[in-house]
């Protein structure tokens, strides 16, 4: 049995789920003409109170057409310094839209109100024109930790008062939302784009889509089309997206609380330094000099748990659909033993 904490990408379709699939109906979504990918789409966006939304193959791609659809070549980001938009999308907000960025120092991952206002660029020519201000809910790099909404409503108040559209990469918004016992409609209502993915908690196999207004996401289609991500009977994909949506989203409390206990046992550990506290899904900690990431991941995996390296010195564990209560178990037990 391996235990894979890699990351929750890593979940395989569910029978029933791979059953949802093959009932599909599907056509040529480059026309409109997929029924599927047509339901999820109006499925997503009414979800969140907003009024349209594109399908997209990954996660990366929905943030990089929203950060297109909302920036000129010279603007100017802002987000936070570990955001995946600017880690992780393969220096894509250059390559893609000629925009460059403004990094904040956050708190694990969260940035303030009173930050982003200080980091808007004066109307001055000799600076770059600030054109969009993103957050990313719950951080991965923050160690899944979850904003305060009341600091949303702040930041979006600062976007308001400077014209500002505001992003919401929301990969893990579902975590988010069970978490906090938030709704989606709360945060449609506050962000001009919203990026969600299906392929992270929910369990699917691909999937992203991108929401907002209906002119914004009509340029989207363009853009997708342009960036590649124009796919034909991809309904196969909208209907795990769908079976994902009805079934998945409730469960996750049952990650959060498997994360927590897999920390406690972490914490108690000499050879551990601090855990992050542990918010959702994702649990970060940091190691003392005497044992490396590396050798602590290579170790885990004598055990057949595979853990992540994220930096020299720290470890990331992600909990998901497919760890079972009995892959905790094992888990916390071989941690205890170590
Ligand atoms: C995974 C992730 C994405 C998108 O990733 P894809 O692998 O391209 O789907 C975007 N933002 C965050 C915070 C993520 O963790």
Not at 137 to 148: E, I, K, Q
Not at 288 to 296: F, Y
Request: with cysteine.
């Amino acid at each position: 049995m391996i235990i894979d904490f890699k990351s929750d990408t890593v979940t395989k379709p569910s029978p029933a789920m791979l059953e949802a699939m093959m009932k599909a109906q599907v056509g040529d979504d480059v026309f409109g003409e997929d029924p599927s990918i047509n339901e999820l789409e109006s499925r997503a966006a009414s979800l969140f109170g907003m009024e349209a939304s594109v399908f997209c193959p990954s996660g990366t791609m929905t943030n990089q057409v929203a950060i297109k659809c909302h920036t000129q070549p010279g603007d100017e980001v802002i987000c936070d310094e570990s955001a995946h938009i600017y880690q992780y999308e393969g220096g894509g907000i250059a390559f893609n839209s000629g925009a460059s960025v403004k990094l904040l120092q956050g708190d694990r991952g969260r940035i303030t109100a009173r930050q982003v206002k200080e980091a808007i660029n004066p109307d001055d020519p000799h600076r770059a024109h600030t054109s969009l201000v993103c957050v990313e809910n719950t951080s991965n790099r923050g160690g899944g930790s979850c904003y305060d909404f009341e600091e949303i409503k702040k930041i979006k108040a600062v976007c308001l008062e400077n014209k500002l559209p505001f992003h919401l990469d929301g990969a893990r918004i579902w975590n988010a939302l069970v978490a906090k016992n938030e709704t989606p409609k709360q945060y449609g209502e506050v962000f001009d784009t919203i990026s969600i993915c299906l392929s992270k908690s929910l369990g699917c196999p691909v999937g992203s889509l991108l929401l907002g207004k209906k002119d914004l996401i009509k340029k989207a289609r363009r853009v997708r089309k342009v960036f590649g991500g124009g796919m034909r009977q991809a309904g196969f994909l909208a209907a795990a997206g769908i079976y994902a949506l009805e079934n998945n989203i409730n469960r996750l409390a049952d990650d959060h609380a498997h994360a927590k206990q897999i920390a406690e046992a972490i914490v108690k550990k000499s050879f551990v330094k601090m855990v992050l506290p542990v918010e959702t899904n994702i649990i970060i900690f940091e190691l003392n000099d005497s044992l490396s990431a590396p050798a602590l991941v290579a170790r885990l995996k004598e055990y057949d748990i595979i853990g992540y390296a994220i930096a020299p010195n720290r470890v990331r564990l992600v909990v998901h659909l497919d760890i079972t209560k009995e892959m905790v178990g094992k888990t916390i037990e071989t941690i205890s033993a170590l």
